[in-house]
């Protein structure tokens, strides 16, 4: 058991990506508008975020290399790898954007800091994050990142813990449905927010970067038994806080005030009373600072796999805190960009789930950890699910269904 409980890690790491200010936006927009609705979403999100976790820790495992690297390798073409990195590229800056949004928000909530400053603010804390990687190393880092997993967990769990919510209600939300074209928006965005396109891509290089190429044998066994429990732990934190964010907003649903963070905010302290909505607070400025050194992180993995390409974690963090920064000195409404941002890592799923399938089940490539075909099957039905959402959000929005 000590043994196990040392492999584990970089699961709870890249878990840190599934409670980032994203998450809250659409969770907190789906319950307030919606109750229980959609709460099937954030089940089959999180069911499916642990398939799609564990295969990317398996690559990483299996051949030593992250996804983003096995797939530079086999783009032969170099405008055809420049394309897709573009795209990658476009989801971690979107991941970025809702971290450090989501941290100048809770700064703006918690002291009244102006929003621009306190996008500042997470950037410099950020900083500091991402220099413990670097100088302190990577277990000193993944204990940090733990540390505030716990502190974003607490903070969002206690509000339910206050007010519980009727299981009558609750049980009625995981019947799969929608309720128009805003609906299947929200929904969309909530995957986006669950199964992350750059947690797929970061998760391969974290345990890369743990354990190195692991051969067949006894220990590789134990690794990826060990793998399975991490994912296993981190996923069920995940969704179990998920659950919470979206039935706390389902608490302040048929309030037509509620339209963003500040006013969900307001409507917590009046409902469950001030002290929780400064949890909620401390939880939401936790989850942007953790989750955006896991972004950088992955940003970096993304550029150096396809273009051959590294750029330092801080430069890298600097650069890309100016399109946040820009968005909140020009004022435009944060929970509505925060939920657009989700949706762009929802169209940007596939590019990250079609060729992690493809590569473990490669058999050449990963040897006996190659998956089973009932495992393959469930990967492309997850990935034929999201698929067909994101479609169905573009033919609802574009036929003007309400």
């Not at 927009?29 to 999100?45: I, N, R």
Request: no cysteine; aromatic share 6%; net charge positive.
């Amino acid at each position: 058991m000590r043994r196990l409980l040392s492999l584990l890690g970089p699961a709870l790491v890249a878990g840190v990506a599934y409670l980032d200010p994203g998450n809250v936006a659409s969770n907190i927009s789906a319950g307030a508008k919606f109750g229980f609705l959609l709460l099937w979403v954030v089940v089959l999100g999180n069911l499916i975020a642990w398939l799609v976790q564990y295969l990317s820790a398996k690559l990483g495992i299996v051949t030593g290399k992250s996804l983003p690297q096995l797939i530079g390798e086999r783009i032969t073409n170099k405008w055809g790898r420049r394309a897709f990195w573009v795209q990658a590229e476009l989801v971690a800056m979107a991941t970025d954007l809702a971290e450090v949004l989501g941290g100048a928000i809770a700064l703006s909530l918690l002291f009244g800091i102006p929003l621009v400053w306190g996008g500042l603010i997470t950037g410099a804390l950020s900083i500091a994050l991402l220099s413990l990687h670097s100088r302190a190393g990577g277990k000193i880092f993944e204990r940090t990142i733990i540390g505030m997993l716990v502190i974003t967990a607490v903070g969002f769990v206690i509000g339910v813990i206050v007010s519980p919510p009727n299981p009558g209600e609750m049980a009625a939300g995981l019947v799969p449905g929608f309720d128009g074209v805003t609906s299947v928006l929200l929904a969309a965005s909530i995957l986006g927010a669950t199964v992350m396109p750059h947690a797929v891509y970061a998760h391969s290089g974290l345990t890369r970067d743990r354990f190195g190429l692991v051969e067949a044998g006894a220990r590789r066994r134990q690794i990826l038994r060990a793998t399975r429990w991490d994912v296993t732990i981190a996923l069920v934190v995940a969704g179990a806080v998920n659950i919470a964010i979206l039935v706390v907003g389902a608490g302040l649903r048929g309030n037509p005030a509620i339209d963003d963070i500040f006013s969900a905010y307001a409507g917590i302290s009046l409902a469950l009373g001030s002290t929780i909505a400064v949890f909620f607070g401390i939880a939401l400025l936790a989850s942007g600072l953790a989750s955006t050194s896991v972004g950088a992180y992955a940003g970096g993995e993304i550029m150096s796999g396809l273009l051959n390409i590294r750029v330092p974690l801080l430069w890298r963090r600097v650069i890309s805190l100016i399109p946040a920064i820009v968005i909140l000195a020009v004022g435009i409404n944060p929970l509505l960009v925060l939920i657009v941002s989700q949706v762009v890592l929802s169209f940007g799923i596939p590019f990250a789930l079609i060729p992690l399938i493809a590569l473990t089940r490669n058999r050449a490539l990963m040897g006996d950890g190659t998956n089973s075909r009932g495992t393959t099957a469930l990967a492309i039905t997850a990935a034929t699910l999201i698929i067909a959402l994101n479609m169905a959000l573009i033919v609802m929005s574009f036929s003007g269904l309400t």
